[in-house]
């Protein structure tokens, strides 16, 4: 396992879970003018849990400045963590940090890509990933 990614940056990503299943990531809102008249496009509005998620990710060095995510997310290994529930639970930590990354820094791109993996369980299966590494 990355040093950098001890026990307690894991359990405290984990520990998100339970949250997250409950609360869940947010909602979209609809479009909509404002006082002057102005057209507000939908936007996805995130939860308290999924803005500790975040603010968790980027305090703990889960969403990481060295990695290239745009080249990366189109490797075989991302898509097969992605893609592959059996292989994201043998993921190491810095697979999981990558995955991460590439997938936080893509919703500043394009907005709902963190609710699109949420919705899908690929954010509950890296944090269950985070648990079991926790347990090591």
């Not at 040093?3 to 909509?32: C, F, I, N």
């Not at 939860?47 to 305090?59: G, P």
């Not at 400045?65 to 991302?78: C, H, L, M, R, Y």
């Not at 709902?112 to 990933?129: H, N, Q, V």
Request: with cysteine; net charge negative; charged share 25%.
């Amino acid at each position: 396992m990355n040093s950098d990614y001890d026990h307690d940056k894991l359990a405290r990503l984990a520990g998100l879970l339970p949250q997250l299943q409950v609360e869940g990531l947010g909602y979209w809102t609809e479009m909509r003018k404002d006082d002057d008249g102005a057209i507000l496009m939908p936007e996805y509005a995130m939860s308290a849990s999924a803005l500790e998620f975040l603010d968790t990710c980027y305090a703990d060095g889960w969403i990481r400045g060295d990695i290239n995510w745009v080249e990366w997310k189109g490797t075989a290994e991302a898509l097969t963590l992605r893609n592959d529930p059996a292989e994201l639970d043998t993921a190491s930590a810095d697979q999981l940090a990558k995955l991460l990354t590439a997938i936080v820094r893509q919703d500043r791109f394009v907005e709902g890509e963190l609710a699109s993996a949420f919705d899908s369980g690929l954010i509950g299966r890296i944090l269950s990933r985070a648990a079991k590494l926790a347990e090591v």
